[in-house]
């Protein structure tokens, strides 16, 4: 709920991190991820959840992770793995780190990611790396439609998120008050039926 959120970030823009999650290529199942933290820490850590809230199994999701890059300033950083779904960058405070790294979408289940000319389907945990110290601030999240050779026609967005600037069919920018409440809010996209109704005077769709 935006209002839930701070003054200074109630719109996707004023979020203190954002994830950007491009189709980079249907065929090959890979998503692309671009990760801004406006502030980050001196030694910034980000992780990959192991396991999703109500699946209590590991499932290492950062198996799928691949190609992470850090810039600053337009400036590579080394970002250095700790463990196996771990990683330290040493950053400077004052400027905003950017994260770009891709996750293998191939686990047609409700844990995981998919994607393929059909739909697309992912759960946060599983594609959003975790900003150490900062899961409590806003987190912004941005789905831009599928252009060029992974364009389908009539595709959709579906999820649970606050849409803050979006499309008729449901791409572009949304907003989670935290990082768990990000991950608790699936997104599918694809040709798919929606209804609406209202229950209570509530409007669902």
Known sequence: DPQKLSPAARTAADAPVHYRIEVADSNAHLFSITLTVA???VAQRVSLPAWIPGSYLIREFSKNLSGLEARQGGRAVAAKQLDKNTWQISCTPTKPLVLRYQIYAYDNSVRTA???????FFNGTSVCLKVLGQENAAHALELPEPAGRDAVEGWSVATGLAPQKINKRGFGSYIAADYDELVDCPVEMGNFWMGSFKACGVPHR
């Open 39 to 41: 502030a980050p820490a």
């Open 114 to 120: 998919w994607l393929d000319r059909t739909r697309g």
